[in-house]
């Protein structure tokens, strides 16, 4: 999103909660908004049967390889989780089926380098269940 009118309605959005979360987010020059939409209808009825939501699971995968390309393209990403769902719907005209999920904030980085990030070591991530060589 850029019009700016929106994207203001948008940033409003994003200061979510007593903290006012997302200050940034009234900075970037780009407002990705990610919607889930009701998916075809074996999709609908598999998860509903397996309790699972497999558009969810879509819009994560998505979004990665949305903040991915980014990176590879010198551009700046914040998943944002924290914002108001009926303020975002109030600024943007969605059909009722399209549920706002996240928001992406784009932008350049300042200073052209993300900060090192202190990681988990893999294994304690994930762990071998049977042989470990493959
Ligand atoms: C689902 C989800 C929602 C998030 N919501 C917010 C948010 O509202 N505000 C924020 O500052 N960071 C939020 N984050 C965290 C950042 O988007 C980012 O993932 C975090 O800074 C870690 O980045 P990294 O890839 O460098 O580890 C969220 C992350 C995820 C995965």
Redesign the pocket.
């Known amino acids: 999103m850029v019009d700016d009118v929106i994207k203001r309605k948008l940033a409003k959005a ?1 200061r ?1 909660g007593p903290l006012h ?2 200050p ?1 987010v009234s900075e970037v020059p780009v407002i990705v908004i990610v919607n889930e939409t009701p998916g075809h209808r074996p999709t609908r009825w598999g998860g509903r049967l397996l309790g699972r939501n497999f558009p969810l699971m879509d819009i ?1 995968m998505s ?1 990665m390889q949305f ?1 991915l390309q980014a990176a590879q393209e010198g551009l700046g ?7 108001s769902a009926r303020e975002v719907r109030r600024a943007v005209d969605f059909p009722r089926s399209h549920r706002t999920r ?2 992406l904030a784009l932008g350049k980085p300042e200073d052209g380098a ?1 900060f090192e ?1 202190k ?1 988990k070591a893999k294994d304690q991530m994930s762990r071998y269940i049977g042989r470990k060589e493959v």
């Open positions: 994003a979510f979360a997302n940034f994560g979004v903040c990403t914040c998943i944002i989780g924290l914002f996240l928001l993300p990030k990681r």
